[in-house]
């Protein structure tokens, strides 16, 4: 017989990751009361870096957490690419230009920006967090969602008005959203690695080197004390999360000409990690009239333009707006929801397309790349990009 717990008219939030955190800060600024139900006990060092483009950071100050993160987070000055193979840059953009307008750009570690979102929903006296309840099972009624978690030995049943599914990208909400996107495998895995930083000043940059079929990006975080690297590769691991079976071998085979730059060799005291990639496809239904996904439950995508954490801050953020507007109309709220963010996310996944077809060339298609990219003026590339870290939800 299981346990109930109590969500009253609350919204409940299945799962505390990066898109659910600012869904239920966003839902509590409106005056929602909250529930939030995550699996993991606390939250852990677990992953590596992240890049935070403008368009979230912009989302994260009207949270009121920029400030805390920009504390320990690392400020690039410029995001290059590099040809792996010749081992020169080919392209490099100013970020956080002095003077300018375009935002903020911050990488840091994925725990240092769960960290600020975790401190700032367990101190809001709207939010009531729940860890350790893995869910397992939901039910969508006419009027409400009863959602069954795992606690302990027990089970406990939560049931509300609706439910927010930010479970991440082996989403169980997604199982009752009929039509939902599902994980695909790519044939590609991340590698990730975080090592001591060089002392260069050209290291507090992101760079991005492209090598036939694969690539390798390295940044600073915490403080410009370390440093990420994410190398993705053709593969499968046949797992679908972290694992540590890593093939060191391939990668410093594919960008062994690295030790010719200031960012230096692959971190051979580094621990690696290695995690299969899939994606699901936005075209995919995101709600029914009570359950609505956001984040990688809704759109999870390769790290190919870095916006994954982005594109779920922005969704919290604008779920949010959409349920305070909509008062009790949740499946009014769910639908403008969708039509105010699916164009942006087919756009950014299209985009997430583009960058893997140019960064993975090989043969001819490399050389046309590097020649296209030395003769653009970096003013062009930048004005690129204005939609993407421009967009303000
Ligand atoms: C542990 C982890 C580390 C990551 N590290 C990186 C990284 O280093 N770099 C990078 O680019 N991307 C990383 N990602 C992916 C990136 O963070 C995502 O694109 C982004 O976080 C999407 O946010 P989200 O809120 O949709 O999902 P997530 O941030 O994945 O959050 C999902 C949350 O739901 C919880 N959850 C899942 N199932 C259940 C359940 N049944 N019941 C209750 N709770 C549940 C999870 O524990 C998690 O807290 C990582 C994701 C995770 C989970």
Same mark, same amino acid.
């Given at each position: 017989? *299981?346990? /109930?717990?109590? /969500?009253?008219? *609350?919204?409940?939030? *299945? +799962?505390?990751?990066? +898109?659910g955190l600012t869904a239920a800060l966003g839902l509590a600024q409106r005056g929602r009361a909250v529930t939030i139900v995550e699996a993991f006990d606390a939250p852990s060092e677990i992953g590596a870096g992240l890049q935070v483009p403008p368009n979230a950071c912009h989302v994260l100050d009207q949270l009121g957490v920029l400030d805390n993160l920009k504390k320990k987070a690392s400020v690039p000055k410029r995001i290059c690419l590099g040809d792996a193979v010749s081992g020169r840059i080919v392209l490099s953009l100013d970020v956080n230009r002095d003077g300018a307008d375009d935002g903020t750009y911050l990488t840091a570690h994925r725990a240092l920006l769960h960290g600020v979102?975790?401190?700032?929903v367990r101190s809001h006296p709207a939010i009531a967090l729940l860890p350790g309840h893995r869910i397992v099972n939901v039910t969508e009624a006419a009027d409400t969602v009863t959602v069954t978690a795992a606690h302990g030995g027990d089970r406990v049943e939560f049931t509300a008005p609706a439910v927010i599914g930010a479970d991440g990208i082996w989403s169980i909400l997604r199982h009752a959203v009929a039509? @939902? +996107? /599902? =994980?695909? =495998? /790519? +044939?590609?895995?991340?590698?990730? @690695?975080v090592v001591p930083a060089p002392a260069e000043a050209q290291a507090n940059a992101v760079v991005a080197w492209m090598a036939p079929h694969a690539h390798l990006v390295t940044y600073p975080v915490r403080n410009a004390e370390t440093r990420n690297l994410v190398a993705v590769i053709r593969g499968t691991t046949g797992q679908t999360s972290w694992s540590e079976s890593v093939d060191l071998e391939t990668l410093e085979g594919l960008f062994e000409k690295l030790d010719r730059t200031p960012y230096g060799d692959l971190g051979d005291h580094a621990e690696w990690t290695a995690w299969p990639l899939y994606s699901v496809d936005p075209h995919g239904q995101w709600h029914s009239d009570r359950i609505c996904l956001l984040g990688d439950a809704a759109h999870g995508m390769e790290p190919f333009a870095a916006q994954g954490a982005a594109m779920a801050i922005e969704d919290g953020q604008v779920l949010a707006g959409a349920i305070a507007d909509a008062g009790a109309d949740f499946a009014h709220a769910f639908k403008s929801y969708h039509a105010k963010r699916a164009e942006r996310v087919r756009r950014v996944a299209q985009r997430t397309a583009f960058n893997r077809f140019t960064y993975h060339q090989a043969g001819i298609g490399r050389i046309a790349r590097n020649l296209s990219f030395r003769m653009r003026p970096a003013s062009a590339f930048r004005a690129d990009l204005d939609w993407l870290y421009g967009y303000r939800a």
């Open positions: 017989m *299981a346990d /109930t717990g109590e /969500t009253r008219d *609350a919204v409940l939030v *299945a +799962g505390a990751g990066i +898109g979102l975790y401190d700032a039509g @939902a +996107g /599902t =994980p695909q =495998p /790519t +044939g590609r895995i991340a590698m990730r @690695a």
